[in-house]
């Protein structure tokens, strides 16, 4: 409901004002909003647990066990939904520190309970308790950092503000359209593909797409903290260190994007007959899997791009119309998922095509065009300042990727992980060389020194300053 990030931007403004009342009825009224969105949450879990066999194909023997399913994963986000107000203060704070490093623990905890669960034979109800647990677990411990960064502000009934409800939800509901939008394309099209051709086809579908959502979420906790600086700068009218900053954090992300795309295109079919290749008694399976990895890779990492300048549209309250665009986007990738099945019977491969498709021309070309319109910027600047050293950057890994896979196609996870490995400093070495200017590697290495050198302070009124000197 874009509750986050109104939390994101209504914190840092009052802790610089050093408005306690004000930051108290904020948390108190932010977590008044989650516990009614849990209770709703609560519901649709009971609804979508009656009505699990109807809804979905899927064969009688497994009604019973999706219908716990169900159950176990909307009764742990019902508990840990309350809990939400304690990550997004996090992010209001801009303790990213805190919220990645509670949040990747618990992820490779998650991981490795799954690997030894799964390998002694457990199956779908075990996922759905780690996964639960997993969640309410990290957001106590949130919370237990957000009441030690914050020990004089509590939270009470009183302090429940609607006005200030009212307000949030208003700065909220653009931030809300977008993650709608990417929700849509995300997972949408699994109810798709469960509704109009089969359950075993959704698991398919979802092997294809693990890599772009594990890029997704990388690239999200890369760019996350911009918005707070633009945020800062936009109201001090620095308008010139708002471009400068949407210059480089998508030339940023675009270092990290292009690798990451060529490798799933050119070697993802490796990778998935590495992953789940003894799954699949067909090899076609597979075969056909690494084309649909292929397809949707393209039209991801185009969404992919624009999402640095989405943040920065968001710091400054400009994202309206980049949310309506993204909905339309999600709009346009089910519509044509449902025509391509239902009418062409085209499978996963006709899937693919329909969200790619749309993505591709949404944030390939009307999206980009929209923010330098925003932004003043026109494309010799988008050129010659994101896209040209970009490309010098990582085109060195781009020529290692596909020298690699014609010489040395990799067969193991061995062998994929010293893929990614030399990929990754192949990338870093040659946007040291290529893709940085002489000040980015000044300030990258000034960046660093300061990091490892200072000690971290919980203490939020310096939170601001240190935040902005960074």
């Known amino acids: 409901m874009g509750m986050n990030s109104s939390i994101d931007r209504f914190i840092p403004v009052n802790l610089a004002r050093r408005d306690d009342d004000a930051i108290q009825r904020i948390i108190s009224t932010s977590l008044f909003f989650f516990t009614l969105l849990a209770f709703v949450l609560g519901l649709m879990t009971l609804l979508l647990y009656d009505n699990i066999g109807a809804w979905f194909t899927i064969s009688a023997d497994m009604v019973g066990t999706a219908g716990v399913l169900v159950l176990i994963v909307g009764s742990s986000f019902v508990l840990a939904m309350p809990l939400q107000v304690s990550s997004a203060l996090l992010c209001g704070l801009q303790r990213y520190d805190i919220l990645n490093l509670t949040e990747f ?44 960064l914050l020990p004089d502000v509590s939270i009470s009934i009183r302090s429940i503000d609607f006005k200030l409800l009212k307000e949030m939800l208003a700065y909220g509901i653009n931030t ?48 996350t903290a911009i918005k707070p600086a633009v945020s800062d700068l936009d109201a001090r009218d620095e308008h010139s260190r708002v471009r400068e900053i949407s210059f480089l954090m998508q030339k940023y992300s675009l270092l990290l994007i292009i690798p990451a795309a060529c490798f799933l295109i050119v070697m993802g079919r490796e990778f998935l007959l590495v992953w789940v290749g ?17 397809i949707l890779t393209v039209g991801h990492c185009l969404r992919l791009a624009q999402y640095s300048n989405f943040l920065v549209l968001v710091g400054k309250g400009d994202h309206k119309l980049f949310g309506l665009l993204t909905i339309v986007t999600g709009l346009l990738c089910i519509s044509a998922s449902i025509v391509s099945v239902k009418v062409f019977d085209l499978g996963l491969l006709g899937i693919a095509w329909s969200n790619s498709v749309p993505m591709a021309l949404m944030s390939g070309i009307l999206l980009p065009i929209y923010f ?9 600047d988008t050129i010659v300042r994101i896209w040209w050293p970009a490309l010098l950057g990582s085109m060195p890994t781009v020529i290692l990727i596909s020298i690699w896979k014609y010489f040395n196609s990799p067969t193991s996870w061995m062998s994929i992980t010293a893929v990614v490995i030399f990929s990754i400093l192949m990338t870093c070495i040659s946007a040291w060389c290529f893709s940085l200017t002489s000040r980015e590697r000044e300030r990258l290495h000034k960046s660093l020194k300061f ?20």
């Open 105 to 148: 623990s618990m992820l490779l905890l998650r991981t490795l309970l799954l690997v030894i669960l799964l390998g002694q034979g457990y199956g779908l109800l075990t996922i759905g308790l780690v996964y639960g647990t997993g969640e309410i677990l990290v957001k106590f411990v949130q919370f237990a950092f957000m009441k030690k």
């Open 278 to 294: 003894e799954k699949f008694q067909d090899p076609s399976v597979v075969n056909s899997l690494g084309i649909v990895l292929a």
């Open 176 to 223: 809300c359209l977008y993650r709608t939008g990417s929700l849509l394309i995300l997972k949408a099209t699994d109810l798709v593909i469960a509704v109009y051709i089969g359950t075993a086809e959704v698991s398919q579908f979802a092997v294809a797409i693990a890599g772009i959502l594990l890029l997704s979420q990388l690239l999200r906790a890369f760019a």
């Open 372 to 380: 330098n319109m925003k932004m003043k910027i026109s494309m010799r």
């Open 451 to 470: 990091r490892w050198g200072r000690t971290p302070s919980l203490n939020p009124g310096e939170t601001p300053l240190a935040f902005r000197e960074e």
